[in-house]
């Protein structure tokens, strides 16, 4: 119910220009004008809506999932384009005229003066970039945090270039009530980018790096300890954002799922594979060190569930929030069953393997060594096949966190063995 809330005020939020230019707007113009007014209206309120959705506030990621949330911001974003390029070529054969506010019987619909044009077109050629820019980032090799800092201050320059040229140029939006309501909501927007990255670093608490080990070639395991606080309140299977060696301002942070299990106490840990850029400069992080924790996001929390089971299926550093629900788990005595698949390319890559339930813990390597007692191959629908029973598959509670290809395959499998989307729990951390 809070998701279909949460959706429903978006549509409030993004249609609202159109209820109040239609209440105040006087008569209508020809279709095509109306139209093209209408795109120009709903791709300005949508990328508003944008600053929101890619802010990371924690009571809509712990609802719906940061994930999902960045999943609709990318989507919107694409509609949002479309809508913006299309809506200038609606005006053809429409009436056209001088300076805004110009006409005050409101029969002329589109200006000449370029003033007024200008940041529209700015605009225009902004727009397209900034999307692509995101949509290909993996592909451009560049690192996140120059792609976010271009991302916010892009942004910002599109909104202030359209709040300019709906006041200036739009017929509707000159009107007092018009004014009043992009100016508000473009206040609320640039105003969320101002809580990410100036009020939550202001109430940053500090933490201490209390140990970092190499665990397999490419993994290193984490722990921080809170400095001058109580720590981070967070449930089992959540993660933060981490940010090592720098001030709470720098855009020099990453999401990590947490490992440990809050009731173990005020320390907070991670599972880190290097990939490249912060991850590769692990071996030159030192105990002692200043940290900083934005968190607790994301809803893969198995607390209040009444399933009666619940699966793990998990691919290499994907095992980490896994540990934290196990370890949760063993620590308040939750009776629920459990069975852990956990898949990796070589078996030295295996971590924490003394912590894993003995018996319910299927090892799956897609590079076995000789003599390999465990599964090989990939985790698919065979392997789910043979693990779950038909009543497991109807009943329990399915958690998935680990290399995109492997959770496609397995919610696609789960689905279609009669899964319901209500019992899957998954993170992905593709927040491009």
């Known amino acids: 119910m809070k998701s279909l809330f949460l959706i429903l005020l978006y549509v409030a939020v993004v249609i609202s220009p159109l209820v109040v230019s239609t209440i105040f707007g006087g008569p209508p113009r020809s279709f095509g004008a109306e139209l093209g007014t209408g795109l120009g209206m709903l791709a300005y309120a949508m990328i508003l809506a944008e600053f929101v959705l890619s802010g990371r506030f924690r009571r809509v990621s712990s609802e719906i999932g940061m994930d999902v949330t960045m999943r609709f911001h990318q989507v919107m974003a694409r509609v949002a384009l479309v809508f913006a390029l299309l809506h200038p070529f609606f005006y053809g054969g429409s009436l056209v005229g001088g300076q805004r506010p110009w006409d005050q019987t409101r029969v002329l619909t589109v200006t000449t003066d370029f003033s007024a044009l200008s940041t529209g077109i700015v605009a225009f050629l902004l727009l397209p970039a900034l999307v692509a820019l995101a949509a ?7 690192k996140y945090e120059t792609w976010r800092l271009m991302h916010g201050v892009g942004a910002v320059l599109i909104a202030g270039a359209l709040l300019h040229h709906a006041l200036a140029a739009g017929r509707y939006s000159a009107g007092p009530a018009m004014v009043w309501l992009w100016g ?29 080990k190499r665990l397999t070639p490419r993994q290193w395991g984490l722990t921080l300890r809170p400095e001058g606080h109580d720590g981070l309140r967070y449930k089992a299977g959540q993660f933060a954002w981490l940010n090592i ?16 299990a809050p009731a173990a106490g005020a320390e907070v840990s991670f599972v880190i594979k290097e990939l490249g850029d912060f991850t590769g400069s692990l071996d030159q ?17 198995v607390e209040g569930r009444s399933e009666p089971g619940i699966a793990m299926i998990a691919g290499g550093v994907g095992i980490a929030p896994m540990l934290s629900i196990l370890n ?5 005595g939750d009776s629920r069953r459990v069975r852990l698949i956990y898949g990796n390319r070589l078996e030295e890559q295996i971590v924490f393997r003394e912590d894993l339930p003995r018996e319910d813990t299927i090892l799956v390597l897609s590079e076995p060594p000789v003599g390999w007692q465990g599964e090989t191959g990939m985790i698919g629908p ?17 958690v998935l966190c680990g290399p995109p290809i492997m959770m496609d395959t397995v919610e696609d499998h789960l689905i279609a063995r009669g899964v319901s989307s209500g019992q899957i729990l998954s993170e992905r951390f593709d927040y491009g």
């Open 136 to 142: 290909f980032r993996t592909q451009l090799d560049y």
């Open 285 to 301: 992080v030192k105990p002692g060190m200043r940290a900083y924790l934005d968190g607790p996001y994301g809803s893969m929390s």
């Open 245 to 260: 060696g720098h001030s709470a301002f720098s855009l020099d942070e990453n999401p990590f799922s947490i490992s440990s």
């Open 328 to 332: 949760q788990m063993r620590l308040t």
């Open 382 to 398: 065979d392997l789910l096949d043979g693990s779950f029973t038909d009543d497991e598959f109807a009943e329990w509670l399915f």
């Open 184 to 212: 508000g909501m473009t206040a609320v927007a640039v105003g969320s980018l101002v809580w990410v990255y100036v009020v939550e670093p202001l109430r940053a608490r500090p933490w201490r790096v209390a140990e970092i």
